[in-house]
């Protein structure tokens, strides 16, 4: 059995290439989700699905207020970020993902906690996209992940 979490399309043109008069859609996928902190969990975020980061960023002003499991607490260089690199830790932390009508059981994953609010929050492939389905047409204007139960 697998419970289905709607994502949504976020999409703007971009006005650079508009004033220049071409017209280009910047496209993301978006999911919403809560992560665990010592009193709950916290209000729901905003993060990006990309399929392109191998694993989940969390900026600081997020992961401040988790319940952390660090695997790797020393700071380490995250790399190929396309302008550089952001400096951070490895750690394990909790999240669920929820839709207007649904939210997903508690799923366990590695992220690197940015030691800034350099980066968006970022649902990369590490414990996540390895381990649920995500469907994704925009064309129809129809995406989802479907989450094992």
């Not at 059995?1 to 650079?16: A, G, R």
């Not at 709950?40 to 975020?45: A, H, K, M, Q, V």
């Not at 396309?82 to 929820?98: M, N, Q, W």
């Not at 009508?101 to 990369?124: E, H, N, W």
Request: hydrophobic share 45%; proline share 5%.
């Amino acid at each position: 059995m697998s419970i289905k979490i709607d994502l949504e399309f976020e999409t703007k043109l971009d006005l650079e290439l508009l004033a220049a008069g071409i017209s280009t859609r910047l496209i993301r996928l978006v999911a919403s989700l809560r992560l665990k902190t010592s009193r709950g969990w916290t209000n729901p975020y905003k993060a990006i699905i990309d399929t392109g980061s191998p694993i989940t960023l969390i900026p600081k002003h997020v992961w401040e207020k988790l319940i952390i499991t660090w695997i790797l607490p020393g700071s380490i260089e995250l790399t190929g970020l396309g302008s550089g690199g952001v400096s951070g830790k490895l750690a394990e932390v909790v999240l669920f993902f929820v839709d207007k009508k649904v939210m997903s059981p508690p799923i366990s994953l590695k992220g690197f906690l940015v030691d800034s609010d350099a980066v968006p929050l970022i649902i990369g492939f590490e414990d996540v996209l390895t381990d649920i389905k995500i469907v994704c047409d925009y064309r129809i204007k129809t995406a989802f992940l479907q989450i094992p139960t």
